[in-house]
């Protein structure tokens, strides 16, 4: 999973956000950020990667991305959110997704709500990608479909990662629709 959602190069980064705290690890390949997510979440922390792959180690921000390879929204969902199952939250995708005519995503099972994926054929480098996001961002919005849209076109977003659980009700983050990659265009 993340060597598909991943750009090539570059370093990656897997955050915890435990209630005693957040912490970040820095990892030059994807297999090591792939070990470490596993075991991380092994020892029952809340285990998420980055979407992108940084310049440099040690700052998880915007300014130090190299490259995106994805554009990802996250649909809420549960009891206090906009959709009180994810099965509502995947029916509403559809709907979004037929109405804008976009490519068939990439959909995971967070745990509770559902992670979207576009996978592009290419990465891009920041000033190529925030175009793309934001107007993804702005097509959810105009067309009422209720994400995390603050999330949408930040490049240092982090996601939950498939094959790891999410603390909050110990539900395993599942891929449940594959998609190919798709051209930005």
Same mark, same amino acid.
């Given at each position: 999973?993340?060597?598909?959602?991943?750009?090539?190069?570059?370093?990656?980064?897997?955050?915890?956000?435990?209630?005693?705290?957040?912490?970040?690890?820095?990892?030059?390949?994807?297999?090591?950020?792939?070990? #470490?997510?596993?075991? $991380?979440?092994?020892?029952?922390?809340? *285990?998420?990667?980055?979407?992108? %792959?940084?310049?440099? &180690?040690?700052?998880?921000?915007?300014?130090?991305?190299?490259a995106?390879?994805?554009?990802?929204?996250?649909?809420?969902?549960?009891?206090?959110?906009?959709?009180?199952?994810?099965?509502?939250?995947?029916?509403?995708?559809?709907?979004?997704?037929?109405?804008?005519?976009?490519?068939?995503?990439?959909?995971?099972?967070?745990?509770?709500?559902?992670? #979207?994926?576009?996978? $592009?054929?290419?990465?891009?480098?920041? *000033?190529?990608?925030?175009p793309l %996001?934001?107007?993804? &961002?702005?097509?959810?919005?105009?067309k009422?479909?209720?994400?995390?849209?603050?999330?949408?076109?930040?490049?240092?977003?982090?996601?939950?990662?498939?094959?790891?659980?999410?603390?909050?009700?110990?539900?395993?983050?599942?891929?449940?629709?594959?998609a190919?990659?798709?051209?930005?265009?």
């Open positions: 999973f993340l060597q598909r959602v991943l750009p090539s190069q570059g370093f990656y980064v897997t955050t915890v956000i435990n209630p005693d705290g957040r912490r970040q690890g820095f990892f030059d390949s994807v297999d090591e950020l792939a070990k #470490v997510c596993l075991r $991380l979440d092994q020892t029952n922390n809340n *285990t998420y990667f980055a979407i992108s %792959a940084f310049q440099q &180690k040690g700052n998880r921000k915007q300014d130090n991305v190299r995106t390879k994805v554009v990802a929204i996250d649909v809420d969902c549960g009891e206090t959110k906009p959709f009180p199952s994810w099965k509502e939250g995947l029916s509403a995708l559809g709907a979004f997704v037929a109405e804008m005519n976009l490519p068939k995503p990439m959909i995971v099972h967070s745990g509770n709500g559902l992670h #979207v994926y576009w996978v $592009l054929t290419s990465e891009l480098e920041p *000033t190529e990608w925030k %996001a934001e107007a993804m &961002k702005q097509a959810a919005l105009d009422g479909f209720e994400i995390d849209a603050g999330l949408t076109a930040n490049s240092a977003l982090v996601l939950r990662p498939v094959g790891t659980h999410n603390p909050k009700n110990g539900n395993e983050v599942k891929l449940l629709v594959d190919e990659p798709v051209d930005a265009q």
